[in-house]
């Protein structure tokens, strides 16, 4: 099992970016990225490996969010999941884990 936080994430888009930063809340070495629900933003995970012959992942989140209705659009290898409703945390550096059902990987470091 392999793990991606934060850091290993690029983030683009037109709007507000998030922005990475650390909450010892937050686990994992606290790296988070905060402002994430700016329009037009994405956050990507280049070259995930999906081994040898390709695999199924299990997708886990570990998030805080001020939101009452959090939302994730998802993308697998271009693939929509469409939007993902996740549970209110209660504010931030209120944590929450959120593990999704698996997803298709290509072979090899080939996958976003």
Do not use: W
Request: net charge neutral.
């Amino acid at each position: 099992m392999r793990i991606l936080g934060a850091e290993d994430a690029v983030i683009d888009g037109t709007g507000t970016l998030p922005v990475l930063s650390t909450d010892p809340a937050a686990g994992n070495g606290g790296a988070v990225l905060t402002t994430c629900g700016a329009n037009n933003t994405t956050i990507t995970f280049n070259d995930v490996d999906g081994g040898e012959t390709g695999s199924r992942a299990r997708l886990r989140f570990h998030y805080s969010t001020p939101d009452a209705v959090p939302k994730l659009q998802l993308f697998v290898n271009g693939v929509d999941y469409k939007g993902i409703n996740f549970p209110k945390t209660g504010g931030n550096s209120f944590y929450s884990e959120i593990e999704l059902t698996t997803k298709r990987l290509n072979p090899g470091k080939t996958n976003t």
